[in-house]
Structure formats: C-alpha cells, structure tokens
C-alpha cells in the first residue's frame, strides 16, 4: 500500500530515523589507531546495510518527503564522519577526503538552493556507486583483517569513490545547466 508523500511515519523513515541516532556511536567505535576495530566494523556494516533496508521498504511502500531528506543526511553523517575520523587517526590521506567533503558540500548547497524553486535532485547510478564505494572503503579500512594488511583495497576504493564523486557531481551540474525550470518543475536524476 503507497503512502503518502508527508508522511513521517513509515518504516522506511523509522529505520533512516534509527541510522542517524546510532551514527555517533558507530563513530566513536573507530579507534584513534589504523589497526581496525571488529565492534567498529559489525555496526559500520549493519548500518551499511540498513541504508539497503530503508531503500527497499522506500520503494516498496513509497517514497516520503522527509526520507528523501534523512536518508542522504545519514549517509554524509556516516561516510563523512568515519572518513574524517580516519584522516585523524593517519589511515586515510586528506586530499581525497577534502574532496570528497567539498564535493558533498557543493551539491547539498545546491540540491537546497533548487529545492526552493521545487526542483528535486534524487541521488544519480554513479552517485549511489560512489556512496557503495565509500561505504566499502570505510569497512575495510576499519575491518582488523583488512586494515593493515589490505591498505591497497581500501585506498583504491577510496579513490574509486573521489572519481565517481566528481563524475557524478559535474553530472549535476550539467543537468542542470541542461534543465529550464520555468518549462516544468522536474527532477534531475
């Protein structure tokens, strides 16, 4: 059964809700080390794959207002604080960090400012794959098998995600160059 787009309560939401409550204290289980943490990577990974979760029931049962706000909120909340607790704790390198925050920052300045025109901009493909490979990069980078001994996997993955982040930002800006909101209010996918 669809519900309604100003709904606020729907499981979808309940479980976005449940993401951004828990992201602190996922954050605070990344140690001030490069060695890993298994508490750290078990809740990175359940809440990693929760974002699934919510997708889904979104799909499912529709897509409201506020998830479309809260869900990319907890994705920056989650992938950005980990990836600059990281730059902390000498894991990852700051440059592809600082883009990728510069990055984060330009669209969500943008998707705000054509938010107020009512022009809505849902995540692109490249832009869903660069959160997957960011997601992937963090767990590994936090995951004790992987953080020393694999450092080429996450590293990789991380610049992986600095190149679909720019793809996918300068994407959003092409379209929407392209686009003419006064012909019609539309998304920009």
């Not at 700051?94 to 969500?108: F, Q």
Request: proline share 6%; charged share 15%.
């Amino acid at each position: 059964m669809p519900v309604d787009p100003s709904s606020v309560k729907t499981w979808a939401n309940l479980v976005t809700v449940a993401r951004v409550i828990l992201a602190p204290f996922m954050l605070v289980l990344i140690p001030d080390t490069p060695r890993g943490s298994w508490p750290a990577f078990l809740l990175w990974f359940v809440l990693c794959a929760s974002d699934g979760v919510d997708g889904y029931l979104a799909r499912r049962h529709g897509a409201t207002n506020l998830g479309a706000f809260l869900d990319p909120l907890a994705d920056k909340i989650l992938v950005l604080g980990a990836m600059l607790i990281l730059v902390a704790n000498d894991t990852y390198w700051i440059v592809p960090v600082a883009i990728t925050v510069g990055r984060e920052l330009g669209i969500s300045l943008y998707r705000t400012f054509v938010a107020s025109k009512g022009v809505s901009v849902p995540a692109s493909k490249i832009a869903k794959w660069k959160t997957f490979t960011q997601q992937l990069s963090v767990g590994f980078a936090i995951a004790p098998v992987t953080a020393l001994d694999a450092k080429w996997l996450w590293n990789g993955l991380l610049w992986v995600s600095v190149a679909l982040a720019l793809i996918s930002g300068c994407q959003y800006m092409w379209r929407a160059r392209r686009h003419d909101p006064s012909v019609e209010p539309a998304a920009v996918a």
